[in-house]
């Protein structure tokens, strides 16, 4: 069946998730209270011995703290992912309450998971063997899930929600490994992403579907779309997502002027990607009509792209050449490259992820590399070049040349962890007890949701109407009242 290479993955199948899915949630959270219990602890900078703390390092105000810095950046990071990625996917006319309710479930399980994997990672204090928390590993952890929310938009509609907490489960954990590895064990730069987090989670989603093909998804033709109301609900989506991705992108970044550049280099690349994806949709449109799937998704494609390159001195007309691109290949992307990975691949992706997070992705760890093989003191200064590249330490004697070699190995780890462990817990996911729905009930919310009966059709009242309207037909009489449905 499908992709099956497995003995194990063709079975009856039962929707009923009342005990794994309770089961599921019970287990996890109580293992979340015990390990936090555990192993995590405060900062220097969230503890109440802070006014200690203040007068060993001889700090003057309180407005030092890390999280008059970070905050306001996690604020729009935050919103991004509980209701930019979760409206974003509520464009099929009957699977809303499964986009933004699974999405839901999703981050608030996930930012649990990410502190402890990542701070075990990056995190730990080595007096006491303890995590320390503050702000910004918050917002790490939402760049975590993130990349759990991007792999679910390939899958979105087509897997029950104890499927999900298993994927963010081993998502979540890969990302960790491949995270320390990117950045810490070669040190390559990735401010906004595009490797880690973007490529990572498409790939890993795609391989994922992969595993999980559907050869009979067409019985599910007349769900897989969507209505006017649900791409209105969609476009909110992609407005949150699309006015904040400049603080994503910049969040983790240095104080100061790197901080300052990425923002500036996502908000110009963004822009650029508007204009092109508008230009190509209506371009590839028999009449030249615009589609509400392309302006949803690859509007968003230059803030994916600009990503690792987002706090170098890729010069504003830089970044508009990296959002111009993006929005030519996002949009073609939709256009021809899903159908055929779907017909020729096997590979069904809902959400189109490839087009708006991995080829985006690829790019912006391209563009990473060329840009840091590229940097010269001249341009960004001997302790420019220094702090942008973090060339301390054990990586004091690194040249921009070196770097930039990084950098691409960076992006094909990236690659290899998402494939190689998307099919893995593909694998996983086909045992026949998760509770997925069948090939002719998916993308309906009546599997897993309670959903209120739709609002019969009142008898036409009869409501005076004072607005003048055009009258179109000659024949039809004009009156002053109008036979309206309530």
Known sequence: ?????????????????????????????????????????????????????????????DVENDFYFRYPSFQDVHVMIFVGFGFLMTFMKRYSFGAVGFNFLIAAFGIQWALLMQGWFHHIDSTDGMIKIGVENIINADFCVASCLIAFGAVLGKVSPVQLMVMTLFEVTLFAVEEYIILNLIHAKDAGGSMVIHTFGAYFGLATSWVLYRPNLKESSRLNGSVYHSDVFAMIGT????????????????HGDGQHRAAINTYLSLAATVLTTFAISSLFQKHGKLDMVHIQNSTLAGGVAVGTAAEFMLMPYGSLIVGFFCGLISTLGYIYLTPFMERKLKIQDTCGIHNLHGMPGVIGGIVGAISAAGATESVYGQQGLIDTFAFTDDFKHRTP???????AAAMCIAVCFAIGGGILVGLILRMPLWGDPTDDN??????????????????????????????????????????EQH
Not at 8 to 16: L, R, W
């Open 401 to 407: 040349a070196v770097q930039g070699g990084y950098q």
């Open 1 to 61: 069946m499908g992709n099956c290479i497995v003995p194990y993955c063709d079975g009856p199948k039962s929707t009923n998730v009342r005990w794994t899915l309770p089961a599921v949630c019970f287990v996890w959270q109580t293992a979340m209270v015990i390990l936090f219990g555990a192993f995590v602890r405060y900062n220097k900078e969230v503890d109440a011995h802070w006014p200690e703390t203040k007068i060993e390092e001889n700090i003057t105000s």
């Open 239 to 254: 407005l949150f997502l699309w006015m904040f991705w400049p603080s994503f992108n910049s969040a983790i970044c240095n």
């Open 442 to 483: 998916c993308f309906d919310d009546e599997v897993y949701w309670e959903v209120p009966e739709e609002e019969d059709s009142a008898d036409p009242v009869l409501q005076y109407n004072n607005h003048t309207v055009a009258n179109k037909h000659a024949e039809v009489t004009e009156t002053g009242f109008t036979m």
